[in-house]
């Protein structure tokens, strides 16, 4: 799997926006963008993916370069809640592609109340 | 309806010792896989089922780590002659199997301390 370099941390104020980081310069084109949080003392969660499109969802929106080597998780208002770690990670969608998330250490985001 | 389950939530045991983590998915998910994730890292792959067989096994650390799905619910991770490394937190996740993005749902994990 493609490997993927993020922030090691990130800080916020409660109700702002947050834009999180993710580059992915070997990214291939069958290569999915995931990003998964989690939350202290929990397992992982999905939050949203993308291809080439941007995309939205209850949770957050995916903003996705043209030319693929970069994208950008987007908090609309950040709440305490959404203190976590947060991993961009690239799945081979082809056939024969593994079906196992691969980690990296990811961003830890801290909310500011 | 009821998330991944994992028992116990926490295992304390001694170097040498034999356990097992079990893993209860989301009930009709085919896929279930297993990781380990050691304090101020992300999780790491261990093994991947698809039903009764292991589809990737690929994570699994050495010949000390075994992992069955017997009937292609419930899986057991086993772990012989512990080591002290041994020692992180044991996440279990399903899936409904292949799909776009096929969403792994996460278990809380059980925490393995080896002495």
């Known amino acids: 799997d493609a490997k993927t370099t993020q922030p090691n941390s990130m800080e916020s104020n409660e109700e702002e926006p947050v834009h999180l980081p993710c580059n992915h310069s070997?990214?291939?084109?069958?290569?999915?963008i995931h990003w998964y949080r989690q939350l202290p003392s929990q397992g992982p969660e999905y939050v949203i993916h993308?291809?080439?499109s941007n995309v939205n969802n209850r949770m957050a929106s995916l903003a996705i370069a043209e030319d693929r080597k970069s994208s950008t998780l987007i908090l609309h208002r950040a709440t305490l809640r959404d203190a976590a770690v947060y991993y961009c990670i690239l799945r081979d969608r082809t056939q024969g592609g593994s079906e196992k998330l691969v980690f990296g250490k990811g961003t830890k985001l801290t909310v500011n109340p | 309806g009821a998330g991944v389950s994992q028992t116990p939530s926490n295992k304390v045991t001694e170097k040498g010792k034999y356990v097992e983590l079990r893993c209860d998915p989301i009930?009709?998910?085919?896929?279930l896989y297993w990781y380990r994730q050691s304090l101020g890292q992300g999780p790491e792959f261990l093994i991947y089922?698809?039903?009764?067989?292991?589809?990737?096994d690929s994570g699994l650390p050495n010949d000390r780590f075994f992992a069955v799905r017997p009937e292609g619910s419930v899986s057991t991770l086993k772990i012989q002659r512990t080591e002290r490394g041994d020692s992180a937190v044991y996440l279990c996740?399903?899936?409904?199997?292949?799909?776009?993005?096929?969403?792994?749902?996460f278990g809380p994990g059980t925490r393995l301390t080896v002495l």
């Open positions: 089922f698809q039903g009764t067989g292991a589809a990737d």
């Open positions: 996740a399903s899936s409904a199997g292949l799909a776009e993005h096929n969403e792994q749902f």
């Open positions: 009930s009709g998910h085919t896929a």
């Open positions: 070997t990214i291939s084109g069958t290569d999915y």
């Open positions: 993308g291809l080439t």
